[in-house]
């Protein structure tokens, strides 16, 4: 509003409020008229004109297998969108910032508040990740977003911990805490941190260290926020019992809306699901029953609806469906709001805050800067659904933290689409599109079912106990693992169009010991100046907030307060849901062709037996090359074998000849020949040649490229062929065989 805002006062007049802005909103959709514009001069095609036309191109491949698109949420693409079929659906009654929120959660998009981006800090030490935090803010981040290790995030100080900034910046003291701190424009910039299943350690340390420099919370704005289901989701365990933990979240609570009430102390977060291979349905559902279920308990221990509403902050990933992301986005504020109004809560509290992130699952090891790409469409779904605040990870996060270049790469695409883009302007860019409208429906639909089986089982815990969520991601994980064995699923650079000249990226991994040497001396060094035993008196109760930050501030370390705060209770158990990224098994094959070649030397050797000219040959030959090159292995390239003028068939004896001469001057013999020209060529060619081939080298495995017709695969396989190379294929089974035979794996 503050654009209104200016304008009224530079004109004399009263500021307009948001509901004065409804309501003159409300009204002129009902005076504006806008001019009519026909389209006579075109003739608009029927639908069976549209079918005829199509049918024309497919040249006989069936429309409706071809046409129609179904995905993992179990929703069919459409070949086209008409509105006359959607309509009905349009969301015509409803601005951006009113009723259910589908078009967004402020009137103005981001026209006034563009979206917060928060790039990950994760230096080990507090120092540099200070410096990193202030770094990111100066090329153009908007939010300090701050990543702990899990040493850090489990309550346990360095000397302690098995392994210090795995994922994050190691925290032990309030030292360390005012040294991260230390001159952020925190008035300014909001605050992110996940703190993992319990928040209290992290806001008691971060207002101790705020304290201890003349600051408070109070007017800091963000999200410092635990989620204790995802953790039990993720390592299948909880560090203490449900009980406890919700009455952690309890006091969190209390204690932020009193003392630091634009700080949301709950971050209810999807990545335990998409990590996992969950398709969009199941990470909305899920996420949102774990959020009604601390609804539930926070209102068993008397927190508000409106306090929850206050607190509460949720992440959500972005995958590889362009359009199925956007209108999940949109979606889920729509079943949010639906969820809070069934509370009773009050419109201006159905609202929900949405960080957003680059899906890690969809990420690959292989071929790492294809991963810029991926972020690219991710990031702008995400933009065009409407996120609050988003992260665009560095493209090599798989590989290791990011460094100057794959931060400032990750960075300037938040700063290009607000920039150079215009992404700030349009408020719900797909509101009104045809397709994007139809799935936002459909998905709606989707979640709330899925949803309403979590409450039918009495809620997430005992769903998660029953192990359902479990068994629906896991049968998701295993159709998209199929789906990228038979190559319907394309990941560019791994098991499509593999890069043979790639040069891997240096891990650059840390010196893990030498980090917690270092972090250890540093916390003895500060500890030896406290006074143990008035500590031991401060550690006596530290349930509430209030008494950790008290502790924190007489210099007790984060591991103490948790030691101290942790009851001896029966802990949850649950079976995890393990994280992936969707492309691990194809890189696990090539890293053992890898491993092999490494070792011994030596690889699948690949000769391509190409009949007749290039233009003949050229197409199934580079179909297989990239199809065996999948696996990293060896094939050799030649321009295809043709008769000497006079001498049918003499095209087979060079082929032979040149099989038989084997990979080098010492003849050592291929392992692999694919036969390859066309259907037309084939009956005269694999009858005559197959059995040639098999008996110059009757070890090798012999493929046809191309999928043999029905009536035709009996007569090839008699000939000698062992298996086809063809769209069809299993692409992974393939490899892995040949893997096998080789000796490369058991």
Same mark, same amino acid.
């Given at each position: 509003m503050a654009d209104e805002q200016k304008i009224a006062a530079v004109e004399g007049e009263k500021p307009m409020t948001d509901q004065e802005l409804e309501a003159m909103l409300r009204k002129s959709?009902?005076?504006?008229?806008?001019?009519?514009?026909? $389209?006579?001069?075109?003739?608009?095609?029927?639908?069976?004109e549209w079918v005829e036309a199509c049918n024309a191109l497919l040249k006989g491949a069936p429309f409706d297998k071809v046409m129609y698109t179904k995905n993992y949420e179990d929703i069919t693409f459409d070949p086209i969108y008409r509105l006359k079929e959607t309509d009905?659906?349009?969301?015509?009654?409803?601005?951006?910032? =009113?009723?259910?929120?589908?078009?967004?959660?402020? $009137?103005?998009?981001?026209?006034?508040?563009?979206?917060?981006?928060?790039?990950?800090?994760?230096?080990?030490?507090?120092?540099?990740?200070?410096? $990193?935090?202030?770094e990111e803010i100066a090329k153009g981040s908007t939010v300090y977003h701050i990543k702990l290790d899990t040493a850090t995030m489990n309550g346990i100080d360095a000397k302690d911990a098995e392994k210090i900034g795995d994922v994050g910046v190691n925290v032990t003291t309030v030292e360390d805490m005012s040294v991260l701190l230390n001159g952020l424009k925190l008035d300014k910039y909001p605050l992110m941190i996940y703190t993992g299943a319990g928040a209290k350690g992290i806001i008691a340390l971060t207002e101790a260290a705020l304290k201890g420099a003349g600051k408070d919370l109070q007017g800091v704005k963000g999200v410092i926020g635990a989620d204790p289901l995802g953790e039990l989701i993720v390592n299948g365990k909880s560090s203490t019992s449900l009980n406890a933990l919700f009455d952690e979240m309890a006091e969190t609570i209390k204690y932020t809306r009193e003392h630091a009430p634009l700080i949301r102390p709950v971050y209810v977060r999807s990545d335990c699901f998409t990590d996992g291979g969950a398709n969009a349905v199941q990470e909305v559902a899920y996420t949102f029953a774990s959020a009604v279920e601390y609804i539930r308990e926070m209102q068993k221990r008397g927190i508000s609806l409106k306090d929850i509403a206050a607190s509460l902050y949720f992440a959500f990933n972005q995958g590889a469906n362009f359009f199925m992301e956007i209108a999940k986005l949109?979606?889920?504020?729509?079943?949010? %709001?639906?969820? =809070?109004?069934?509370?009773?809560?009050?419109? %201006?509290?159905?609202?929900? =805050?949405?960080?957003?992130?680059s899906s890690r699952f969809t990420k690959t090891v292989i071929d790492p800067y294809v991963n810029m790409l991926r972020n690219c469409t991710q990031t702008f779904s995400g933009v065009v659904g409407g996120v609050n605040t988003y992260e665009n990870p560095p493209f090599d996060e798989l590989i290791r933290k990011g460094d100057v270049f794959s931060r400032r790469i990750a960075r300037n695409l938040h700063v290009m689409l607000q920039e150079e883009f215009g992404m700030l302007c349009p408020i719900d860019p797909a509101g009104g599109s045809w397709a994007v409208e139809s799935l936002t429906k459909q998905i709606v639909e989707k979640i709330w079912a899925e949803f309403q089986k979590i409450e039918g089982m009495g809620g997430m815990v005992k769903a998660l106990q029953a192990g359902y969520p479990q068994e629906q991601i896991a049968k998701t994980l295993d159709e998209r693992f199929k789906a990228l064995e038979l190559r319907k699923d394309r990941a560019v650079g791994v098991n499509m169009y593999p890069n043979m000249t790639e040069?891997? $990226?240096?891990?650059?991994?840390?010196?893990?010991?030498?980090?917690?040497?270092?972090?250890?001396?540093a916390v003895a060094a500060y500890v030896a100046d406290i006074d143990t035993n008035f500590v031991a008196g401060k550690l006596a109760d530290v349930a509430s907030v209030e008494a950790a930050i008290e502790a924190f501030s007489n210099g007790a370390t984060l591991g103490q307060v948790a030691a101290a705060g942790c009851k001896a209770e029966e802990i949850e158990t649950i079976t995890p849901i393990t994280a992936h990224h969707w492309t691990e098994r194809y890189e696990a094959l090539r890293f053992d062709t890898e491993r092999y070649m490494k070792e011994t030397g030596k690889n699948v050797e690949v000769f391509l037996a190409n009949m007749g000219p290039i233009p003949q040959h050229k197409a199934r030959a580079d179909f297989s090359t990239s199809f065996l090159q999948v696996g990293e292995f060896n094939v050799h390239l030649n321009n295809g074998f043709q008769d000497d003028e006079g001498k049918p068939g003499s095209r087979y004896e060079k082929c032979v000849a040149a099989l038989k001469a084997g990979i080098d001057d010492k003849g050592t013999p291929y392992d692999v020949a694919v036969i390859c020209s066309t259907d037309k060529t084939y009956p005269e060619d694999v009858p005559a040649l197959a059995p040639m081939l098999k008996a110059a080298n009757p070890n090798m495995t012999l493929f046809l490229a191309g999928a043999a017709p029905k009536d035709l695969e009996a007569i090839y396989l008699a000939a000698g062929v062992d298996d086809f190379i063809s769209v069809k294929a299993n692409c992974f089974a393939t490899l892995k065989k040949l893997q096998q035979k080789k000796g490369m794996i058991e």
């Open positions: 959709e009902n005076v504006t008229e806008f001019p009519e514009v026909t $389209l006579d001069e075109f003739t608009e095609p029927s639908w069976d009905a659906i349009l969301p015509t009654d409803d601005y951006p910032g =009113m009723g259910d929120y589908l078009r967004g959660a402020t $009137l103005n998009g981001y026209v006034h508040e563009p979206w917060g981006i928060a790039q990950a800090c994760d230096e080990t030490l507090p120092a540099d990740n200070n410096e $990193l935090l202030k949109r979606a889920l504020r729509q079943v949010w %709001a639906a969820i =809070m109004e069934a509370f009773g809560a009050e419109e %201006a509290d159905r609202s929900i =805050m949405v960080h957003g992130r040069e891997p $990226l240096e891990r650059r991994a840390e010196d893990s010991e030498a980090l917690k040497k270092q972090r250890a001396a």
